[in-house]
């Protein structure tokens, strides 16, 4: 299981990231001051950090300049939007720049893409009968490859990687179609739709009114 | 022009005229003194001329055995007498029909000189050129003659002349000099304005720490030394400016992030609570408390923070207020915080007059007392004291609790500023306690002072003025 180190000093804000990322399938480990945080950083074996700017004992940003570790990935997660504060941040080594309040989806996607970049993360997912392979770019149902577009294969990869979480039309154009797309969110409908027809979906992908989509555990079946 | 162009300009003039002046004046004098001794020694020469003419005539008479001599004797004897002569002096008789009886050379006569002679009776001398001529009627074997005398005078004109001359020259010189002298004069005189202009454009682009060097005792010292007391002032008005500027950043900033954070657990949570299918009731039930608390911190906040921005705008209600009654009145109240945690709360104080406004006086004791509390363990005492002193009112507030490490006495009353970030938040605190308190007590023309030792207690010591005791 992939490990993620939560540094943050406000213990409500620890315990919603650490429920986040877990959400996405990951342990999340909470730390709530600087220089534990730094011990824990150099000596702990973890697949990505999480770093607050404001701590106790040591801020984050002399955590970045001190550590000796920077294997581990790490994204900034702090109230302070400043630009010179985000590039201070980028310029340290840090791979992401999360400025508070964020929401849970945006959090895990940007986890998930830093994960990807480091080669963190499974390449083969598995939904019931359905067989995924993110390198190769292949999707196999019951042992048969099924044809899906570049976009409905990365939409069906999105719902894999979260199941069981509502997904609004907004985060998943978001995450698919990238940030600065500006069209309809009846695209969604359409390749939904489509992964429900090629896929035989239709019972598991449900539509939740006035939200959006959520993939339900195959275990139920 | 440029300043030293005009001074340099003006005074190389003046000094100009005054020395063509002088020399023209002497030169003038020293040529009209030489020219009256030569007119002296030539009229000598002249009466002499006359006088021993005349007696050589009588002897000429004598000789000739006659009682007047005629005129072609008298030609005759001139002629014999002078001869001609072409140097010195030049002699010549006219009669008084003015025809020439006799001449030693050549002359010719000035106009008008034998007629100023014979209107006024007297001798003339009259400078013609370079000759200076002399006449005088005289009467001699019954009839007048006029005797006219021709001397050269180029050797005074030509001195004059060359003097001229040479102080044409020496004026020349001499402006070239001066110019020179002045030039390095003024140049020198006029530096400290340039050092000034400079050092003024220098500051004028934003340099205010710029100061201009500031040497002797003349005007131009005292204009640089006024420029920089300008420059002083300005740069402690900009640097108090930036000062207020940057206390305003930093405030924002706080206040940014202490609204972001309780912001993140709410939005986080609720939407948590959104997107999971299935929460099990026990993080439902945990998810909402920890929204409700947030929310609850936020709503602490902006109500603090309303204070705080409102304290010095809404218009105050200055009452004079009788400081034994308000301080029991506000002990009551208070009462209740510390009873829930068990502490002995003692709020009193003399009675007498100080003039407040009573909802901020409450304001600034519940906040001290409300910290207080916050840093006391339970069952400890807290004493609130009002006392009148010199005409002045003193508020001491003492508890027995943490207390302030010293490194952090001095931030204390920044806004935001939490000594202990976990336990204040546990408390619900936003961080702008002390911060209103020193708002409050500032209104009140007062002074707030703290005193701590860690692990043995905090006293704050107020001191507002005014105040009427009646003991």
Known sequence: MIKILIVEDDANIAKLMEATVAIGGYEGIVCNNGAEAFEEIEHGNYDLILLDVMLPDMNGFEIMQKRTNTETPVIFITAKQEL????????????????????????????????????????????GNISVNVEEHTCKSNGEEVYLTPKEFEVLVFFIQHKDVAISRDRLLAAVWGFEYEGETRTIDIHIQQLRKKLNLKDKLVTIPKLGYRLESAKEQ | MKLWQKVFLYTLILVMLAVSMTSILLLKNSFSFALDQKKQSVYSEHEFLVTSFKSMMITERLKENAIVLEEKKLKKFMEETFGKNDKGSGILFCNAQNEQVYSNREMLVPAGLLEAVRDTGKSYMQVDGYQLYTASAESMEGKTYYVVMENDISDVMEIHENMLWQIQVISMVCAVVIALILLVVVKILLHPLKKINEGTRSIAQGNYQERIPERGHDELSELAHNMNCMAEAVETNVQALEHVAEDRKHFIDNLSHEMKTPLTSILGFSDLL????????????????????????????????????????????????DMGELFSEIGTSLKVIADNRNMNLACESEPGNLCVDRELFKSLLYNLVDNAVKASAEGSRIQVKGRFEDGQFYIEVLDEGVGIAKEEMEKITQAFYMVDKARSRANGGAGLGLALCEEIVSLHQGKMKFESRPGEGTRVLIRMKGGLSYA
Not at chain 2, 289 to 296: D, L, R, V
């Open chain 1, 84 to 127: 010179t504060d985000k590039v201070r941040g980028l310029r340290l080594g840090a791979e992401d720049y999360i400025v508070k309040p964020f929401e849970a989806m945006e959090l895990l996607a940007r986890i998930e893409v830093i994960l990807r970049r480091v080669k963190r993360t499974e390449n083969i997912y598995s939904y």
């Open chain 2, 274 to 321: 959104q997107i999971k299918k299935d929460i099990t009731e026990e993080s439902r039930i945990e998810y909402a408390g920890i929204i409700k608390s947030e929310a609850t911190r936020m709503r602490t906040l902006s109500g603090k923070l309303m204070e705080l921005i409102t304290v010095g705008e809404t218009n105050l209600d200055w009452k004079q207020e």
